[in-house]
């Protein structure tokens, strides 16, 4: 699991830590596509309620894909729209809401070494993407920039 805080809120990503190759092709006989979701859950560890525009975080972020051994990075925000209706979460202290990230094999950026490599898998939010038009004023008190990284080690045994 890893883990952030931003301004009272506990943000974390769990899922699986490793992979072997074969569970990440969709025409191999051992793909398991629902082994490759990971759960983000923000949780309010303040003493006050925040309202958040939840719906924008959890369908509008980016994954970000980097392979720390070669600097290469590739950057996915191909993710279905947020509702343009300006709807906000209240989220009660010691109160939890969770999304589902989905990882998707990076083929781009793979480069084996002794049949594994280690990728950091990451959930992106920036403040600046939050379409601020379609919310009134006020109407949220918590929409902070986070990056929460996983580290995931896929192993070829072909």
């Keep these: 699991m890893s883990e952030i805080i931003v301004e009272g809120i506990r943000l974390s990503m769990e899922g699986a830590n490793s992979f072997p190759l074969a569970v ?6 051992d793909y398991d596509r629902a082994s490759q979701f990971f759960t983000v859950s923000l949780t309010n560890l303040s003493d006050r309620r925040k309202t958040l ?6 369908r509008n972020y980016s994954r970000v894909y980097r392979n720390p ?3 290469e990075e590739l950057f996915d925000n191909e993710i279905p729209p947020p509702k343009d209706d300006g709807s906000v979460e209240k989220l ?12 998707e094999y990076p083929e781009e950026i793979v480069k084996f070494e002794n049949g594994k490599v280690t990728l950091q898998f990451c959930a992106k939010w920036e403040d600046s993407w939050l379409r601020k038009a379609a919310y ?3 109407a949220y008190d918590w929409n902070e920039s986070f990056e929460l990284c996983h580290e995931i080690i896929i192993t070829d045994d072909s």
Excluded: R, W, Y
């Design 69 to 71: 051994a070669t600097g």
């Design 24 to 29: 990440m092709h969709p025409d191999s006989p």
């Design 92 to 103: 009660a202290p010691g109160s939890t809401k969770t999304f589902i990230v989905v990882f």
């Design 53 to 58: 525009p939840f719906d924008e975080l959890s």
């Design 136 to 138: 009134k004023p006020g």
